[in-house]
């Protein structure tokens, strides 16, 4: 359902975020984004969304080319940006009802699904209140309850569990189990490996612009001798 193909991505003719990367992520798959801070992830993500265009390459996203279909293809993305400091005078229930216009959600439908995450993630009050005034954990749920208001199959998420309540990370967990049961893909960057361990049935590793290792994790500890993650992940990232 993720496809990118041979991506290479320099920034002001000089900083080369990306060297010419290649994997996918299929339906039914939860695959976890891993590398230390600069190493590409963010990149990545804009280019799968269409954010930003790479040098050269080629994404697909559910079937849909970005760059000859971008509105079939970011119809079907539910994207998490790395900062949710967006819109901030707009009222939470604001910012759902400009998300939903957006996508053409019926109101009715928005309202159903809208009023279900924000339930879940302990947001209902709030949602009256400008988002200036919402914590980095509020802004961040609000987002994810906004990425999901269209109903896409494909979600990709930049660490989207950074500044949430156990609770809401919690549930946001099962959100991407329940998701991807039902046949979707689920892409997600973390630093976290803990969180990778319990949720991913593949990981991306990534490390100045290359990819380092796509697999599974009971592969890569079977590789490095039964070494803890912890350490196989420092010694990959270090060199
Ligand atoms: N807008 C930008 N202009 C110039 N360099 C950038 C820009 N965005 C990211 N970079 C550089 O590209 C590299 C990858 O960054 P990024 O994709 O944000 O990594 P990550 O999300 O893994 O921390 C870093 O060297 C970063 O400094
Ligand atoms: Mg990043």
Same mark, same amino acid.
Do not use: C, H
């Given at each position: 359902m993720i496809k990118i193909e041979n991506v290479t991505k320099t920034y002001n003719k000089t900083v080369?975020?990306?060297?010419? $990367?290649?994997?996918?992520?299929?339906?039914?798959? @939860?695959? /976890? =984004?891993?590398?230390?801070?600069?190493?590409? *992830?963010?990149?990545?993500?804009?280019?799968?969304?269409?954010? $930003?265009?790479?040098?050269?390459?080629?994404?697909? @996203?559910? /079937? =849909?080319?970005?760059?000859?279909?971008?509105? *079939?293809?970011?119809?079907?993305i539910g994207y998490i940006a790395d900062n949710p400091d967006i819109f901030l005078r707009l009222k939470g229930s604001e910012f759902l009802e400009l998300i939903g216009?957006?996508?053409?959600?019926?109101?009715?439908?928005?309202?159903?699904?809208?009023?279900?995450?924000?339930?879940?993630?302990?947001?209902?009050?709030?949602l009256g209140s400008p988002m200036i005034s919402y914590s980095h954990g509020m802004r961040q749920k609000i987002m994810v309850i906004a990425a999901l208001v269209h109903k896409p199959p494909v979600w990709?998420?930049?660490?989207?569990?950074?500044?949430?309540?156990?609770?809401?990370?919690?549930?946001l967990k099962q959100l991407m189990r329940e998701h991807t049961k039902e046949g979707n893909a689920v892409f997600f960057s973390t630093h976290v490996l803990e969180v990778a361990e319990k949720l991913c049935d593949r990981v991306v590793i990534i490390k100045n612009g290359h990819i380092l290792y796509n697999g599974t994790l009971d592969e890569l500890e079977k590789q490095n001798k039964n070494e803890s993650l912890e350490n196989i992940f420092l010694e990959l990232t270090e060199k």
């Open positions: 080369r975020a990306l060297d010419n $990367i290649s994997f996918s992520v299929d339906g039914g798959e @939860i695959v /976890g =984004f891993i590398g230390p801070n600069g190493s590409g *992830k963010t990149t990545t993500m804009k280019i799968l969304t269409g954010i $930003i265009k790479p040098d050269s390459g080629k994404v697909i @996203i559910n /079937g =849909f080319n970005i760059k000859d279909d971008p509105i *079939k293809a970011k119809q079907s216009d957006i996508y053409k959600v019926p109101t009715d439908v928005r309202r159903k699904r809208t009023e279900g995450l924000a339930e879940k993630f302990g947001l209902t009050e709030a990709i998420l930049d660490e989207p569990m950074i500044g949430l309540d156990p609770k809401s990370a919690f549930e």
